[in-house]
């Protein structure tokens, strides 16, 4: 009895924690968009490569400068008969300086920035991609935790009514009140497992809270028609192929190559000419005639560098190494993607394949279920028969209800691998047109979608 009202002190507790809103997964997905901290990092990132190509293209602008000088010289000094009288001397004066690039290294610099603007976009894709996928799986998990409750709450009304059953028959004389007790020990069994499946619910709505970025007014998820939440089209394509044409992590490895090829040509042109083109004006304030108050200069300064003792040769060789391991890292990359699609795909069809076993399983558990409630009712059986059977279906029922998940889950980590989830690529071009707007930089016509064909 204890026992029992703690069981509905606990349910009803939790009922009132979780009295919260309930949401679909788009509205999860998007409420974990906005309060990702990873993706804000990585959406500073691509701020600041985008700073970075405006910053490339500044070096471009010619420097202007001012000056304003004052100098005094005294007191009056003479020396070996020569005298030196106070005198004072304030000029103003300005300089511009116009860089011109004849080595090519200021454009290596700029193509270099937008590389890596590039290559940002690919990393903050990366995150929204793995994002979604947690949001989805906890989603998933949270549902089949509830199914367990719920067939662990079912269990737990069959032997309570199946105890006021047998306590009519004794009342009758056609059981014995032992097994009664009996019964009642059935019954605080099933009431410990439900205490268990709420623990293990709570628990579960708590981390796809955390997912979502939700520190309070938690939300619970929305029961689903159907558990494939994926963009997967078609299991039997070739989906190695649409990997290496969608992953984001792919994509990110062939501009990081880039950049380090763009890293040999400047060291290569370190030793290229420079010119600069520098002008310059004054005007003297006081103590000149009128004649002789302003002077200007120009010049053209022309650096053609002639020996450095080696070092461009190895700074370029070892740019070079750097581009030979990178292109290692994409075959690796290649190689990675490869396996974890097959793998995924093997899982999508193992557990497709477990859902039929376990229906199966299923459907006999009930028939043997009712059929050792009949023989107990007629003396052939035992009361440990039809609680071994009621253990049967439990499992038989939570096994079913794992298979059906273990599915949809695995349908979401095969998305991953192919990257095919539409919602990973709108979010980002988003995020990346207003980043666009911000630093005034367009690297695509807004509403174009980089990530995939239209």
């Not at 804000?40 to 202007?64: D, S």
């Not at 089209?233 to 062939?254: G, H, Q, S, W």
């Not at 200007?296 to 740019?319: E, H, M, R, V, Y």
């Not at 998940?405 to 979401?412: D, E, G, I």
Request: with cysteine.
């Amino acid at each position: 009895m204890k026992l029992g009202l703690k069981v509905l002190l606990l349910i009803m507790v939790a009922s009132v924690i979780y009295a919260n809103e309930p949401v679909n997964l788009d509205q999860a997905i998007d409420i974990a968009l906005k309060n990702s901290p990873t993706i804000k990092v990585y959406r500073e990132q691509v701020m600041q490569a985008g700073h970075t190509i405006n910053l490339a293209n500044a070096y471009y602008n010619p420097n202007l400068s001012g000056n304003v000088g004052y100098t005094r010289r005294g007191p009056k000094v003479e020396t070996g008969g020569i005298v030196t009288s106070p005198s004072e001397l304030s000029d103003a004066g300005v300089t511009v300086t116009m860089p011109i690039d004849i080595g090519g290294t200021m454009a290596l610099l700029v193509k270099g920035s937008k590389v890596q603007y590039k290559s940002g976009e690919y990393a903050l894709a990366t995150s929204v991609f793995d994002l979604i996928k947690n949001v989805k799986t906890n989603y998933l998990y949270c549902l089949l935790y509830k199914e367990n409750l719920d067939t662990a709450q079912s269990a737990l009304n069959l032997s309570k009514d199946y105890l006021t059953k047998v306590k009519q028959e004794v009342e009758v004389g056609t059981k014995a009140h032992f097994d009664i007790t009996r019964q009642e020990y059935d019954v605080a069994t099933r009431e410990n497992a439900l205490v268990s499946a709420k623990g293990n619910y709570d628990q579960m709505i708590n981390n796809f809270n955390y997912v979502l970025g939700k520190n309070d007014n938690f939300v619970t998820p929305i029961e689903l028609v159907n558990l494939n939440v994926t963009n997967v089209e078609n299991i039997d394509a070739d989906l190695v192929n649409i990997a290496y044409d969608n992953r984001p992590e792919l994509k990110k490895a062939n501009e990081d190559l880039e950049v380090l090829k763009l890293s040999v040509l400047k060291e290569k042109k370190t030793n290229n000419p420079s010119l600069n083109l520098v002008g310059n004006y004054d005007y003297l304030l006081v103590n000149q005639t009128e004649s002789d108050r302003d002077s200007w200069s120009a010049t053209a300064n022309l650096s053609i560098p002639i020996f450095d003792g080696g070092i461009q040769k190895q700074n370029t060789k070892i740019a070079e190494s750097k581009v030979d391991a990178q292109n290692s890292q994409i075959e690796a990359t290649k190689q990675g993607i490869t396996t974890g699609v097959l793998n995924a795909k093997i899982a999508v069809l193992t557990s497709k394949e477990q859902i039929d076993t376990c229906e199966s399983a299923v459907k006999l558990a009930k028939e043997s279920y009712e059929i050792a409630k009949i023989r107990y009712e007629q003396n052939l059986g035992t009361h440990l028969d039809v609680s071994d059977a009621l253990d049967s279906l439990v499992s038989a029922q939570n096994s079913l209800s794992a298979a059906k998940f273990s599915y949809a889950v695995n349908m979401c980590a095969l998305e991953r691998e192919i990257a095919t989830t539409s919602n990973a690529y709108e979010y980002t071009d988003t995020i990346v047109n207003e980043i666009n707007d911000i630093i005034k930089y367009k690297a695509k016509a807004k509403g174009e979608s980089k990530w995939k064909e239209k």
